[in-house]
């Protein structure tokens, strides 16, 4: 616009001021206080007076007030009051705990090192479902294959002695479950949230039903071949990132290494740009000859094999044993990731962070008192909430996302 | 008009029964393959529901056993009518309600807290309150799913399943050793205090002392009648089932959209609430962080609505199979001899997967059958357009009547 | 002519849909370099008949020859290779995608070397011959825009160079000009004659008579899945075609008197509203609708016909302006204050918006009044008196194929129409607003809707009629309001003649204001 006619100094400073300062950068500023406020007493600042922080956080949280009367950018807004005022709390607790407690804590290095293990499963499972939702099928049977993930993993490393055996039996079975979630869904049109379900409840059953039937009352023996972690030879004997990635689980670099590979699928080769246009328009898909359904038995199968990978890590991963559902609802939260995550494998990726660091942190919080650590279980989920409430703004799903193609 | 009535009924009888039938008959397969007796097992099982007792000529069991059973199956099934309501009254209204546990939970932690404070309050009045208190509680909790959906878009699957986590962790937190509800004489267990024996509900079948059968019951089939009632019969239900079925003419004829979802949610949220005072008050008198972990009776709820077919009789009905299964699998009703009782109650999930997997389609049960010729569902309406095929929408066909794929999750 | 092999041919062509018979041993040939025309009403099959041909549908009996081989066309997939290209009257695109990759899709150029076994995609090629056939064919379009970001006129050509990507001999386009302004139309048939002398064989399907003149070598007439016979353009008029469509001479017109207006019931003032994308689609319309006159809002789809009836309708409020219905103000009240206040809405799309499919006829016909007495007090329902409504009205308006407690989905789309028009006129409102009240109507209905209308304006009812068709304009308008880009640009008597009303639909009269 240089033709626009020149203005006075005066106006020309407004116009400048009203451009630098646009709505959306006050509310991202407004965050980015509020987070700043959040961290200042925690290492290495480890500031001991809440003051900094109370300060921060009212003015994120005016700055949000502010955003919040935009009509256009109301979640912002919503946002960044909520970031500024949960700082105020926040700060106080962290003050008036020991400053030893507070670095035991967020000892960092250790932080990343478990938030890496809580963010694995829910990585693999979130990957899953970018896939199979791309594909326009959703998979609301994530946990549950995840757990099929769990059982098989350990019993296979059990009977043949072999972790990657057990590895392979874990995904096979996971992908097995989701061929039944892939007839009813795609063949049979089903609901997809209800087959899901129904996926679930079916893997909580088949798993307990067979670590009684073959292991008896006293559980897995917890003596099986687990899936080792990579020692990284310099790293390991580094301070800081010798902790935090010396000794990381060879699934968890794979999850992480999947993440480009799986975008790059997507939309740059022709298989991932056909999976998305199924998932987008299969009508249209299918006007141009594309298989729609074989596309989408796919997409679902190996959904269920990245999910159980999720299972075999939570399981095999650690000391080899099951429990009884043991997921915990990870495979939701994994759902709740792909929402959030914008149906993208990077998102996801940022997603499951979010999830599984908050995770960690929540353990973590026993140090200051076991009861509390309980309350911070919920945090994970409390965040899910609102993550899929309010940060989502104009996500859009593929277009036909669980909705069944009815060929004729 | 009879007859096709009759049909009606009928047919929407058959196909859960067929579906029932299978989902056994699959799990019995189950446990042939890995070397158990599905027969005597299955026995085994139908005598700890304590149905033998209406065949008293079938079976040589013992007869005040088999009335204990039974009762417990009642017990057990009474609140599965609630949550399986809550679950049903959502899928009208074309939403999924997947969090009738946490409103449970909420409902029976506010339910479990008023029961054993005010300790001077007149019983009747008291107990009314506390399960009033926990259904009221129990309706927010819900609200907030159907809130999100409504101001957000929030899909309320995902709201729901967070929110059962957050009410289970926090009520776990509560009870715990150290959590502010931890009972005076709880020493170390993760449990609430009790609730005295004036305020328990009146047992009117059995032995007070062994869990008989209390007048939630009641509550439970009195709730049902309601529910047939607001959905067919009252404006409020009219309004739930347009906007399930078509948002846009819903909107478009002055309905507020937003608005249903919330209000229906509340009523999902009232009704779960219910199942937890009747369980608090009629037989558990307390509340533990262990029971709340383990508790499935919400989750039960969506098998129960799905093998209801959303109908109040047939929420029932799924109700007392789930129940039997529930009490007939438990351990301490089960002869180890024909089954391992740790393996029963897993058997009960397989079931319950299987009946959701096959109610989720019917066409299973009508392919067996070479029904859909004979009851008129050939191919749905004709179409002269490749639209039109498209737009067909045959609700006879879907369980979740309402149920509206919808993107994005 | 008749002595080459044709390109195509479908022979005795048979397609049941259950009971329901779409097409009826038809018959149909194309030569290479010809325009075959396919001609009916909506719902005589012509549709059908090409899903058939383009492997949408199987047919349940007859044969596909091309080139004079008999073929098995099961899918798209054995169309495409048998050189079957098809321009789709709804258009078959991934919206989120660019040009570029809708028109490749299904057969993508890869790279070359390891890239070829990935299935590496070759972007850069895709894009060169996107625009090679573009600029061979003076088709223009942008080939790295997002399909839901250009016109449909782009999108249409969008559709054909994917056809012609894929080499097709043989190209159907379904109802192609329904959607295209006047000028857009001009350049379709530029581009199809460039076609047909490039060799193509082209399927014309349309219900229009004059386009079908001006573009076709030969005409097939199609009427309830049975095809009427073929005749070459020459000779061929508008009456001898619309007597083989319909059957008798078409009455195109229903009877009615001259208006005699009253008071104003509606005036809308200085109107702004956004459309779902959050851009103004209504900028500042402002009309007047007096008792006992038809005002028709005529407009080319799309320039904020839809969002101006949600907000006089209460379905979408308003950003700014007035809307009062006879000195009631309901801007941005909702639905219930508008139709207290005695407004009216046959809606656009029957099955979305005026209808709960899935609901009986009684409880259908409730949807305005269920919460007024007699329908229902304090809350529950009065189900005899909402019977006795629907036995009423069912009577009343003629409505056939089902009685008060069959589903509504269990109707033809006429008779799910008249249930809507009987709800809308029973409520006795003051301002009736119809927003395309016939389409995708048969003849037989569209005189019922028609004439309907005509009786509530001589009822001193004002009726606001928001239409896409030119003919049902001048049928029923007693004035005409021309929408473009959100606003009024201008008002016409009802004898305006279509080049007057067509320059002031796309732009012309607003760009002369």
């Not at chain 1, 919040?68 to 807004?77: M, N, Y």
């Not at chain 2, 029976?108 to 399960?131: E, K, Q, R």
């Not at chain 3, 990759?101 to 990935?118: D, T």
């Amino acid at each position: 616009m240089s033709i626009a006619a020149p203005l006075t100094p005066k106006q020309g400073e407004s116009e400048r001021l009203s451009t630098v300062l646009t709505t959306k950068r006050v509310g991202l500023g407004g965050a980015a206080l509020g987070l700043i406020a959040w961290i200042l007493p925690l290492p290495p600042v480890l500031a001991r007076s809440p003051w900094p922080s109370i300060a921060l956080g009212l003015l994120a949280a005016l700055a949000g007030a502010f955003v919040v009367l935009d009509p256009k950018h109301r979640r912002l807004g919503g946002v960044t009051i909520f970031f500024g005022l949960v700082a105020i709390p926040l700060a106080l607790a962290m003050t008036n705990q020991s400053a030893a407690n507070v670095s035991q804590v967020f000892t960092w290095s250790a932080v990343i090192a478990s938030g890496l293990t809580f963010t694995t499963p829910l990585l693999f499972g979130a990957l899953g479902g970018v896939i199979s939702e791309r594909s326009g099928v959703v998979n609301v049977g994530i946990d549950g294959m995840m757990l099929m993930g769990c059982y098989f993993s350990v019993w296979g490393a059990y009977a043949t002695g072999s972790w990657v055996l057990g590895m392979l039996i874990g995904m096979l079975s996971g992908g097995l479950l989701a061929l039944v979630h892939a007839y009813f869904s795609i063949h049979l049109r089903s609901n997809q949230v209800v087959s899901g379900m129904a996926i679930n409840f079916l893997a909580y059953g088949i798993t307990g039903y067979l670590l009684v039937a073959q292991f008896g009352n006293n559980g897995t023996p917890g003596t099986v071949p687990t899936v080792p972690n990579l020692v990284l030879p310099v790293i390991k004997n580094t301070a800081f990132f010798g902790v935090a990635f010396g000794r990381t689980n060879v699934l968890t670099w794979a999850a992480l290494l999947l993440v480009p590979v799986i975008w790059w699928f997507l939309f740059r080769t022709r298989a991932g740009l056909r999976l998305r246009a199924v998932g987008e328009h299969p009508m249209a898909a299918s006007t141009v000859g594309l298989r729609v359904l074989a596309t989408r038995y796919a997409a679902v199968t190996v959904s269920g094999v990245l999910a159980a990978l999720g299972g075999v890590y939570l399981a095999d991963g650690f000391d080899g044993s099951f429990n009884f559902q043991m997921t915990d609802g990870r495979g939701f939260i994994a759902l709740a990731a792909v929402i959030f995550g914008k149906w993208n494998p990077v998102g996801a990726l940022g997603a499951t962070i979010l999830f599984g660091f908050s995770s960690a942190l929540a353990y973590r919080m026993e140090t200051f008192s076991a009861t509390l650590g309980t309350l911070f279980q919920a945090l994970p989920y409390v965040l899910t909430l609102i993550a899929v409430a309010g940060l989502i703004g104009r996500s859009r799903p593929p277009a036909a996302d669980g909705v069944p193609y009815v060929k004729e | 008009m009879k007859s096709s009535a009759l049909k009606r009924a009928g047919r929407s009888a058959v196909i859960p029964l067929i579906t029932v039938l299978t989902a056994f008959v699959l799990a019995g397969l189950v446990m042939l393959v890995t070397g158990n007796d599905p027969l005597s097992s299955y026995g085994a099982i139908f005598d700890g529901t304590g149905l033998n007792w209406l065949f008293p000529w079938v079976s040589g069991h013992n007869r005040t056993i088999a009335a204990q059973d039974l009762q417990q199956t009642l017990v057990a099934a009474a609140p599965l009518v609630l949550t399986g309501l809550s679950v049903a009254f959502a899928f009208r209204v074309g939403l999924f309600n997947i969090g009738a546990q946490g409103q449970y939970t909420v409902a029976s932690v506010i339910a479990v807290w008023v029961g054993t404070v005010f300790t001077s309050m007149d019983p009747v009045i008291h107990i009314v309150l506390a399960i009033f208190l926990g259904a009221l509680v129990g309706a927010g909790w819900a609200a907030l799913a159907g809130w999100l959906k409504a101001a957000f878009g929030a899909h309320e699957v995902i709201s729901t399943i967070m929110l059962n986590w957050i009410a289970i962790w926090v009520a776990s937190y509560l009870f715990q050793e150290g959590g502010p509800l931890q009972g005076t004489q709880a020493l170390g267990n993760p449990v609430s205090n009790t609730i005295a024996g004036n305020l328990h509900l009146p047992v009117i079948w059995g032995n007070p002392e062994l869990q008989g059968l209390d007048v939630g019951v009641f509550l439970a089939l009195i709730v049902a009648v309601l529910y047939w009632a607001i959905i067919r019969r009252s404006t409020l239900g009219y309004e739930v089932r347009a906007v399930g079925h078509n948002p846009t003419a819903a909107t478009a004829s002055g309905m507020n959209v937003a608005r249903s979802y919330i209000v229906t949610m509340a009523i999902c949220g009232a009704f779960a609430g219910l199942a937890a005072g009747i369980d608090v008050f009629g037989w558990e008198f307390q509340v533990s962080s262990t029971t709340i972990s383990t508790s499935q009776v919400g989750f039960l709820g969506i098998a129960v609505a799905l093998l209801g077919r959303n109908t109040a009789i047939g929420t029932v009905a799924a109700a007392l199979l789930f129940g039997a299964l529930e009490t007939g699998t438990a351990a301490i009703n089960l002869n180890p001899s024909s089954i391992n009782p740790e393996l029963a109650p897993q058997l009960t999930l397989i079931i319950e997967g299987l009946v959701v997997l096959l109610v989720s389609t019917d066409l299973i049960a009508l392919r067996l059958l070479g029904l859909p010729r004979k009851l008129g569902w050939g191919k749905p309406q004709a179409a002269t357009a490749r639209g039109d095929a498209l737009a067909v929408d045959d609700p006879a066909r879907d369980p979740a009547e309402a149920l509206r794929p919808e993107p994005g999750l | 002519m008749t002595d080459q092999t044709p390109v195509l041919e479908l022979r005795a062509i048979t397609k049941r849909f259950g009971p329901v018979v779409a097409n009826d041993r038809v018959d149909f040939d194309l030569q290479a370099g010809e325009v075959h025309a396919l001609l009916g009403e909506n719902g005589a099959g012509k549709s059908t008949l090409m899903s058939v041909l383009y492997g949408l549908y199987s047919p349940t009996s007859g044969e596909i020859l091309v080139d004079g081989e008999p073929v098995r066309i099961g899918s798209p997939g054995d169309a495409i290779a048998h050189g079957i290209g098809m321009v789709h009257q709804h258009f078959m695109f991934i919206p989120v995608m660019t040009v570029t990759e809708n028109i490749v899709l299904g057969s993508e150029p890869v790279k070359r070397g390891s890239g070829a076994a990935l299935g590496v995609l070759d972007r850069r090629a895709s894009r060169r011959r996107v625009q090679e056939l573009s600029d061979r064919y003076g088709l223009a379009v942008d080939p790295d825009a997002r399909i839901e970001d250009v016109s449909v006129g782009m999108q249409q050509r969008v559709e054909i160079l994917r056809a012609l990507y894929r080499n097709a001999r043989i190209l159907v386009l379904d109802e192609p000009t329904a959607v295209l302004t006047a000028q857009e139309i001009t350049e379709l048939m530029a581009v199809l004659e460039r076609l047909k002398a490039d060799g193509t064989a082209i399927v014309f399907i349309s219900h229009k008579l004059g386009e079908v003149l001006e573009i076709a070598d030969r005409i097939t007439v199609l009427r309830r899945g049975r095809s009427m016979g073929t005749v070459p353009r020459a000779g061929a008029t508008e009456q001898s075609l619309a007597r083989m469509v319909v059957g008798r001479d078409v009455i195109f017109r229903v009877h009615k008197d001259a208006a005699q207006p009253g008071r104003t019931i509606l005036s809308v003032e200085d109107l702004h509203v956004r459309d779902d994308r959050d851009l103004e689609a209504v900028r500042g319309a402002s009309l007047t609708v007096r008792a006992g006159e038809i005002v028709a809002l005529a407009g080319v789809d799309g320039n904020g016909q839809s969002e101006l009836v949600q907000a006089i309708t209460g379905i979408r409020e308003p950003t700014a302006g007035r809307i009062a219905v006879d000195g009631t103000e309901i801007a941005g009240r909702g639905v219930r204050a508008a139709t207290a206040a005695g407004i009216a809405h046959i809606a656009e799309d029957r099955h979305r918006v005026g209808l709960v499919l899935p609901f009986t006829l009684a409880e259908n016909l409730a949807l305005r009044r269920y919460r007024q007495p007699p329908l229902s007090r304090h809350g529950w329902l009065n189900l005899k008196a909402i019977r006795e409504l629907a036995v009423r009205l069912v009577e009343a308006f003629d409505v056939r194929g089902g009685g008060p407690d069959s589903p509504a989905s269990a109707l033809s789309g006429g008779n799910q129409q008249k249930l809507c028009v009987a709800r809308e006129i029973d409520s006795d409102p003051k301002l009736l607003v119809a927003h395309q009240p016939t389409r995708g109507l048969d003849v037989g209905a569209i005189e019922f809707v028609h004439s309907s209308l005509i009786e509530q304006r001589d009822a001193g009812k004002a009726v606001l009629l928001v239409s896409l068709e030119s003919e049902e304009v001048s049928a029923l308008a007693d004035r005409v309001l021309v929408i473009y880009g959100g606003r009024i640009v201008a008002e016409f008597p009802p004898d305006v003649s279509d080049e007057e009303l067509g320059i002031a639909m796309t732009g012309g009269a607003a760009a002369a204001a």
